[in-house]
């Protein structure tokens, strides 16, 4: 009777047990979700579907941008899910852009096309290793560089804004020149606002939840125009922020001391 009862206690843990698994696998599920849309999203392009592929991108950035704070929410955050996320970003923010901005506006420069098209594939394996090498040693309140999904957001913005391939040469060489901006600030040491340390249960942040409302009221009235708006805001934050601090810091330097003049010889 009871070595019975001792064997059903015993068991009781195990229902919990499979609930914790059930629950660590969910981050990964969104990551891979994550990597079938960026998949789905070359496809797209291929089929000159430009504004599906656009969605599918954006789509894949909100996968994202919810499996890494649904780990850190469930305490499931590991290596493997780390890696995984990195992959997957590569294929999803890397290659499929660069695909998009290849086949719809880079069609009329093939040779010069590819190679920038490469350049942004290639500054964002290097800003996710870079990332991976640097998590737990900067500033969690910045990104060092435009992370790889901002980038990717903005090409898909533009690609979502402007749907139709792009035949005109300066129209090509404009966003040509832009991907290849992009691909440089991914590796570049210009620091982005992370909003990882955005706690929406402080008092002041009922302001962002206002400001999140109403950016999400704006998307869904005019989608294009609002994200479109978004990426670029971002795209542009990096730059100008670093520029108004170089100009702090010179308004701020104490002036030269005076050097005594000397006899004149």
């Not at 064997?7 to 990551?31: C, D, Y």
Request: some cysteine; glycine content about 8%; charged content about 15%.
């Amino acid at each position: 009777m009871t070595s019975d009862a001792t064997a059903a206690g015993a068991a009781k843990p195990r229902p919990k047990h499979r609930f914790r698994r059930g629950v660590a696998i969910l981050p990964s599920l969104f990551t891979t979700g994550n990597l079938f849309l960026g998949f789905w999203a070359i496809v797209k392009t291929l089929d000159f579907r430009f504004g599906e592929a656009a969605a599918l991108i954006g789509g894949a950035i909100l996968l994202d941008m919810l499996d890494g704070r649904i780990a850190r929410l469930t305490g499931t955050a590991s290596e493997f899910g780390g890696e995984l996320d990195s992959l997957a970003d590569v294929i999803s923010f890397g290659v499929a852009p660069a695909i998009l901005a290849y086949r719809w506006a880079f069609d009329g420069l093939p040779r010069l096309g590819w190679l920038v098209a490469f350049l942004f594939v290639a500054c964002g394996a290097l800003r996710l290793a870079r990332f991976n090498v640097q998590r737990h040693a900067v500033d969690t309140r910045y990104f060092v560089g435009l992370p790889i999904p901002a980038a990717a957001g903005q090409v898909a913005a533009l690609a979502s804004f402007a749907s139709d391939q792009i035949t005109d040469r300066t129209h090509s060489f404009l966003l040509l020149s832009l991907t290849t901006v992009l691909a440089l600030l991914m590796v570049s040491t210009v620091r982005y606002r992370s909003f990882k340390s955005l706690d929406l249960r402080q008092r002041r942040s009922y302001v962002n939840v206002l400001g999140v409302v109403a950016l999400f009221l704006f998307v869904a009235v005019q989608p294009e125009i609002s994200l479109l708006a978004a990426a670029s805001l971002y795209t542009l934050s990096g730059p100008i922020g670093e520029a108004a601090g170089f100009l702090l810091r010179r308004r701020g330097d104490p002036p030269p001391p005076a050097v005594a003049a000397g006899p004149a010889h």
